[in-house]
């Protein structure tokens, strides 16, 4: 029998979606325990279903999906229990459950509130629904929860719109609305996927200490590995609907039993140090004269009080052959100093010279419309999503054979075989050419913007989170085709992440940026090992340690500017 | 706010100024000018008016100034003295001529709308929520039937039916025993029992779009994410309909506003001449055949500054709505 501890025992659940093509099984015969005061952690690829497991629990699975079986036996405080698969979705006994005993919060904490109710309203409509309250009391409790998950002046915050809160500040709103009701389970979808890993830390931190205090127990879905380590008591993997292997979470991470789960952990891990291929290199020659050297670029965007300085006196250099790798924050500039190399936007002012193939130097930042296109061919970009990055009216071939069409380097025969030479190199099989984006897979379509970087033979790549969007399994694949291209071609990367593992991984050097100035530069190692300056330090701690033993979100330094 | 309201009330003066302008010009654009239309007239039932007798109406009428002196004259009597001048064609006021027409307008009109929304937004929100069920392929197949029928059309239609079939009286919006009375109970219910005519007529078409346009509106909303939030929260599904994506799907209509009101005097002109309503429309159309300018001017100015009303009260509204607009 069960103990009295455990608030939710899902047994066999079987979650269809009907679809055209026939039903997709997204759940498929999944059991687990969830104990009060305990954590489950749920994690597992995109599309592994768990997300629909979660949804399944209060029965708000989007249509046209459905439960088909299982039983989902909620056990409340009072001894009685009830089979919430069993209950009409639309009935009034599920949304007695729904928010008062059974609280879920989302990943996108903008697109999960309505922009034009405000903050109180929100949470009090919880409190008048299932506690009965009056519009005052709901609202002093509404004032008092905002307390509770540290959202600066409660008093005044209750009555602001979510718009004008950060992300951070907005995902504790959805907090202090799923606690409203003192529930005795939290469903936690992703919640800290779409924040920084410094509010990351700050969220988990939150939601460890209230569930403490509270007496919950939390079910938390990610594909992070690192936030599992550091906050799960159980994991549950999931693959394809399936559960692959269940456990204590020391035991998933030091004995994983099944091959699914080693893989996973492996790939996590292999991101935790330096590329073999990096090991085995020999290393870059450093007297070369360095490919584009960036000096005091300054990017500002708007004028007088709405002033921004995007990119803010920045200097850098990149050697033939080296990966420079920038980190830093949503914010940071890292993107806008990406932007600026391309010159898709006109720097405001600074130098960044170029050499060119020949010898020649060009500075970018001041090239005429002739100069600056024929650099434009040796620098090339990609993009973090595969999906919007792609026009999904062309077919592949045409994708990648666009920059030399349109640069007049190969048409007809000789383009096919380019595109075909292309498409191997990233290891896509040639035969799909005439299939249109839709038809690949994420990691796929990454590979179709490698190909479409690399077709006019360029010489530096500027990458923008270029893996930010895959699965971990399938992020190393990426850098490992990336690096292997580089020794290849010659290339050198400019690769912007704010994946402290991806850039050890791969990156020669590192520069840290934050609010628009690089606060440090230095050889991979000796920033990630010993770095120097107090934000680098506290961007480090805050980032979760694929390691249940060396669990460190308490001994994290906070970074004031 | 406010320095957004000064600031818009402030342009407000030099567009009209310009739009009374450039109004007057094209007004005066066709050849010729009232008394041309109405020697015209004269001519064809056989009166001969001779060279002297127009020289001296356009004297009296002051067309034989210049263009510009003409609009000052008209501009300034506007400002001053809220004179809008006097009809040629009907040889009275030109205010007195419009106000009463207005004011039917206005109440032909806002029935119209009421009628439109009350039946077009629960139609669409309906259709939008049981996507692809019998009763939404019910609710297209209406909308698109009334999409494509012609008002006027529809307007003989019903005519016939109610005149033939049900032996009502059709046209215009009063009995002729009231039609000249002064205001009374009797004269209200009597204006009510002509009125469902022409509503119907005009809400037709208005429906048809607005169903479409709430159904397309409220898909967009069904599948945010707010939605399954709320819905996780424990609301009942009637009540997070209406507390959040209906409420989001309405602002797109409040900027419709901006063009509501010029429709008063403009709109459904062709109906209104088939049943033959006493309103704005069809006495707009006259002036401009007769080139009655005086008239017709006022009619124009009126429907610019409506639109500038109109405008500014839609912004208003929705920054009023929607918190994320900010009026700066």
């Known amino acids: ?561 | 706010m406010l320095r957004f309201l000064v600031t818009r009330f402030l342009w407000m003066v030099p567009s009209l100024f310009v739009i009374s302008f450039l109004a007057f010009v094209l007004i005066q654009l066709p050849p010729g000018d009232y008394v041309t239309t109405y020697i015209a007239t004269l001519a064809a039932s056989n009166e001969i008016v001779d060279q002297n007798q127009a020289a001296d109406l356009r004297q009296r009428f002051g067309l034989d100034q210049p263009m510009i002196v003409q609009y000052w004259k008209w501009i300034t009597g506007i400002l001053l003295r809220g004179d809008f001048g006097l009809s040629f064609e009907w040889q009275q006021p030109v205010s007195e001529l419009i106000w009463e027409r207005m004011a039917l307008t206005l109440v032909l009109t806002f029935s119209t709308l009421l009628a439109t929304w009350a039946i077009a937004l629960p139609v669409g929100i309906y259709s939008a929520v049981r996507k692809y069920s019998i009763g939404d392929y019910i609710a297209t197949f209406f909308s698109f039937l009334g999409l494509a029928i012609p008002s006027f059309l529809l307007a003989l239609v019903l005519m016939y039916l109610a005149a033939v079939e049900w032996g009502q009286e059709v046209g215009g919006l009063f009995s002729e025993k009231y039609q000249t009375a002064p205001w009374s109970w009797g004269k209200v219910v009597d204006l009510l029992w002509h009125l469902w005519i022409p509503v119907i007529i005009l809400a037709v078409s208005g429906t048809a779009s607005l169903i479409r346009v709430m159904r397309a509106n409220m898909l967009d909303e069904l599948n945010r994410a707010y939605v399954t939030t709320a819905r996780a929260k424990g609301l009942s599904e009637f009540r997070l309909l209406m507390k959040y994506p209906v409420r989001l799907a309405l602002n797109p209509f409040i900027s419709t506003i901006a063009w509501l009101l010029p429709n008063l005097v403009s709109g459904s002109i062709i109906v209104a001449i088939v049943l033959s309503l006493p309103t704005a429309g069809p006495l707009l159309l006259q002036s401009l055949m007769a080139q009655d300018m005086y008239l017709a001017g006022a009619f124009i100015l009126l429907i610019c500054a409506l639109t500038l009303i109109g405008s500014l009260i839609s912004d208003i509204l929705l920054a009023i709505v929607d918190p994320r607009i900010r009026l700066e």
Not at chain 1, 57 to 67: A, S
Not at chain 1, 90 to 116: N, Y
Not at chain 1, 139 to 146: K, P, V
């Open chain 1, 1 to 561: 029998m069960t103990g009295s501890n455990v608030v939710l025992e899902v047994k066999d659940l079987v979650t269809h979606f009907p679809t055209r093509t026939g039903v997709v099984k997204a759940v498929d015969g999944v059991s687990f325990k969830i104990e009060r005061g305990k954590t489950l952690c749920v994690v597992g690829e995109s599309g592994s279903g768990k997300s629909v497991t979660a949804r399944s629990i209060l029965q708000i699975v989007d249509t046209p999906g459905r439960i088909v079986s299982g039983s989902m036996m909620l056990h409340r405080p009072n001894g009685s229990s009830v089979d919430l698969a069993t209950l009409n979705p639309r009935g009034p006994e599920i949304r007695a459950v729904r928010g008062a005993e059974i609280a879920m919060i989302f990943q996108e904490p903008m697109s999960s509130l309505s922009p034009v109710h405000t903050v109180g309203d929100q949470i009090m409509e919880v409190l008048r629904l299932h506690l009965k309250m009056s519009k005052a009391d709901a609202r002093a409790r509404t004032i008092e929860l905002l307390k509770q998950v540290e959202i600066p002046n409660p008093d005044r915050a209750i009555d602001r719109y979510t718009f004008e809160f950060s992300g951070g500040m907005r995902q504790r709103v959805m907090i202090a609305m799923s606690l409203a009701c003192n529930p005795s389970l939290l469903i936690a979808d992703e919640p800290t996927t779409a924040l920084d890993v410094t509010t990351q830390a700050e969220i988990l931190d939150l939601i460890k200490r209230l569930q403490q205090r509270h007496g919950m127990g939390v079910m938390f879905i990610t594909h992070d590995m690192g936030v599992v380590a550091e906050i799960a008591d159980d994991v549950l993997v999931m693959y394809h609907g399936k559960v692959m292997e269940e456990g204590p979470v020391d035991r998933i991470f030091h004995a994983p039993q099944d091959a699914y789960t080693k893989m996973l952990i492996g790939s996590v891990l292999k991101l935790e140090r330096k590329a073999d291929i990096r090991l085995k290199r020999a290393p870059i020659d450093e007297k070369a004269p360095p490919v584009v050297e960036i000096k005091n670029l300054v990017m500002h965007f708007g004028s007088g009080n709405n002033l921004v300085k995007a990119v803010d006196d920045v200097s850098l250099s990149v050697r033939p052959g080296e990966t420079l790798g920038i980190v830093g924050e949503s914010g940071s500039g890292k993107t806008t100093m990406g932007r600026c190399l391309m010159r898709v936007y006109q720097p405001t002012g600074g130098q960044m010279s170029y050499r060119r193939a020949d010898g020649s130097v060009v500075d970018l930042v001041a090239a005429d419309k002739h100069k600056l296109r024929e650099c434009r061919r040796e620098i090339r970009m990609i993009f973090q999503d595969p999906v919007g990055s792609l026009n999904p009216r062309m077919t592949v071939a045409q994708i990648i054979g666009e920059p030399l069409l349109v640069n007049e380097i190969a048409k007809g025969a000789e383009l096919d075989d380019r595109v075909a030479d292309l498409m191997r190199q990233v290891g896509l099989e040639p035969a799909w050419r005439e299939r249109y984006p839709h038809a690949f897979s994420g990691g796929q379509r990454q590979r179709i913007g490698i190909a479409r970087a690399i077709a006019l033979n360029p010489r530096l790549i500027v990458a923008d989170e270029a893996t930010s969007a895959l699965d971990v399994s399938l992020r190393s694949q990426m850098l490992d085709l990336m690096m292997n291209l580089q020794d290849k071609l010659g290339l050198s990367y400019v690769f912007i992440s704010h994946d402290i593992g991806v850039i050890r991984y791969m990156c020669d050097r590192i520069a840290v940026m934050y609010r628009g100035k690089v606060v440090e530069t230095g050889e991979t190692e000796q920033v990630c090992d010993a770095p120097n300056h107090a934000y680098t330090k506290a961007l480090l701690s805050a980032i979760p340690r694929p390691d249940p033993r060396a669990r460190r979100m308490g001994q994290r330094h906070r970074y004031v500017a």
